[in-house]
Nanobody, 124 residues
């Protein structure tokens, strides 16, 4: 029912910026969901990057805190991830995810719905 489509990935030089977008459709109203960004780098497990709940409360992985910003535009049903000061270690496929809960799930709980992913590459 829920569909999530990521866009905005690409290749940048170290220190550069990208903005990822995730268009949400189907399911409940957009603001009923906890939304999150995850990433999976080659040879590594999936990592939770950032989340934002229905009230706009955000949480970030330590590895991106201060560099990445998660936000959403409810009028467009779109989630964003602004990524600044990108590093080679940020290279990964980035996934948008949604969970129909009032608060965002704990770190051990998987999200219910996932996008197809978008590639981010950073050259040093």
């Amino acid at each position: 029912q829920v569909q999530l489509v990521e866009s905005g990935g690409g290749s940048v030089q170290a220190g550069g910026s990208l903005r990822l977008s995730c268009e949400h459709s189907g399911g409940y109203a957009f603001n009923w969901y906890c939304m999150g960004w995850f990433r999976q780098a080659p040879g590594k497990e999936r990592e939770r990057v950032a989340t934002i709940d229905r009230h706009g409360n955000t949480a970030y992985a330590d590895s991106v805190k201060g560099r990445f910003t998660i936000s959403k535009d409810s009028t467009r049903n779109t989630l964003y991830l602004h990524m600044n000061s990108l590093r080679p270690e940020d290279v990964a496929i980035y996934y948008c995810a949604a969970n129909p809960t009032v608060s965002c799930p704990g770190p051990s709980v998987t999200f219910a719905f996932w996008g197809q992913g978008t590639q981010v590459t950073v050259s040093s």
